[in-house]
């Protein structure tokens, strides 16, 4: 069965880390683009990243310098490290992929996973 599972969110203190996974079954990840979204209450699910399978990773203004996004293929796992964490970061974050070697409009890709919480708070 085609899945993408997600982990590793949870509560942490502004200016902390986390680092979120997203294990893929049932396909093999490096021949797909994968993008990052988050949404918070009330607002619309929005881009965080997208890194294509040419290899070009690109980022929102918004977590810029702070986030950054990885493969891990022997695991057929992306990883999303968050640091630098604000309470403006607090979303669910999904993590999706798109065949193909370019980055796609959000409705265009195939596979998501379920979403994790990431709460930014003191």
């Known amino acids: 069965q085609v899945q993408l599972v997600e982990s590793g969110g949870g509560l942490v203190q502004p200016g902390g880390s986390l680092r979120l996974s997203c294990a893929a079954s049932?396909?093999?990840?490096?021949?797909?683009?994968i993008g990052w979204f988050r949404q918070a209450p009330g607002q619309e699910r929005r881009g965080v990243s997208c890194s294509s399978s040419d290899g070009s990773t690109y980022y929102a203004d918004s977590v810029k310098g702070r986030f950054t996004a990885s493969r891990d293929n022997a695991k057929n796992t992306a990883n999303l490290q968050m640091n630098s964490l604000k309470p403006e970061d607090t979303a669910v974050y999904y993590c999706a992929a798109s065949y193909g070697s370019s980055c796609p409009l959000l409705l265009e890709y195939d596979y998501w996973g379920q979403g994790t919480q990431v709460t930014v708070s003191s």
């Open positions: 049932g396909f093999t990840l490096d021949y797909y683009t």
